[in-house]
């Protein structure tokens, strides 16, 4: 009876964590989209209340009709704003509204980091914006970060590069490590690969992965 049960034991665990292991990902991803959903329609809910007063009638009063609308508001509102500052006098009004914020002090320091951790993500791939690996927390166990900037010592002259080491499965708590560049090891991943591993906790990863650095070659 035993082995029976046990045997019953394994094989139910085996199948929930099938399930999971399926399920997990789409779940996640529900998540995400309910999440972005829920704020896009909350932004957008005055909009709609606002037309709703205009073209009184019971029709507006339906709660997913409320919600498509808004939705549906704010994805415009941000396509216009979007458009507006790719244009010559967008982009000249939109400075001067950067500009008006930087000189709020608090608002300030937030806007500015923001949008510069933004800038750096959504940039694509140069010389100074990579995946690497660092020595973290303890020399000869790696790191995946992301090299940000490099930068140079004031007193040395040496090259330094700063490192942000995001956390596994929450991302957006992270460590800022500035370290001599010599000691940061540029990979082979794209920034999606990175954030796959991340997010992941490194079950979707690319089959291999520079982990050694490259050494230069030597002169004949």
């Known amino acids: 009876m035993r082995p029976v049960l046990a045997h019953l034991l394994r094989d139910a665990q085996r199948n929930v964590f099938a399930g999971i ?6 779940f996640i991803t529900w998540l995400v989209f309910s999440f972005v959903l829920s704020n896009l329609a909350k932004a957008g809910l005055p909009a709609v209340q606002l037309l709703g007063a205009v073209f009184p009638g019971n029709w507006i009063e339906q709660p997913w009709l409320q919600s498509v609308l808004a939705v549906l508001a704010t994805l415009v509102v941000l396509y216009v704003v ?77 090259q330094l590069a700063a490192v942000l080491l995001p956390n596994a499965i929450n991302p957006t708590s992270a460590f800022l490590q500035v370290l001599p ?39 004949q």
């Not at 292991?21 to 789409?26: A, E, R, S, V």
């Open 21 to 26: 292991i399926t399920i997990g990902p789409l």
């Open 82 to 158: 979007g458009r507006v500052t790719s244009l010559v006098v967008g982009r000249e009004a939109f400075n001067l509204f950067e500009a008006a914020l930087e000189r709020l002090p608090f608002v300030a320091k937030v806007y500015t980091s923001v949008r510069q951790l933004l800038d750096t993500m959504m940039a694509k791939k140069e010389a100074s914006q990579r995946v690497v690996l660092v020595d973290f927390p303890i020399e000869g166990h790696k790191s995946l970060g992301f090299l940000t900037r490099t930068l140079t010592d004031s007193s040395t002259g040496q």
């Open 181 to 219: 560049l010599d000691r940061v090891t540029e990979t082979d991943l794209t920034m999606e690969q990175a954030m796959s591993m991340l997010l992941t906790g490194g079950a979707v990863s690319p089959e291999s992965i520079r982990f050694s650095p490259v050494e230069a070659s030597q002169p």
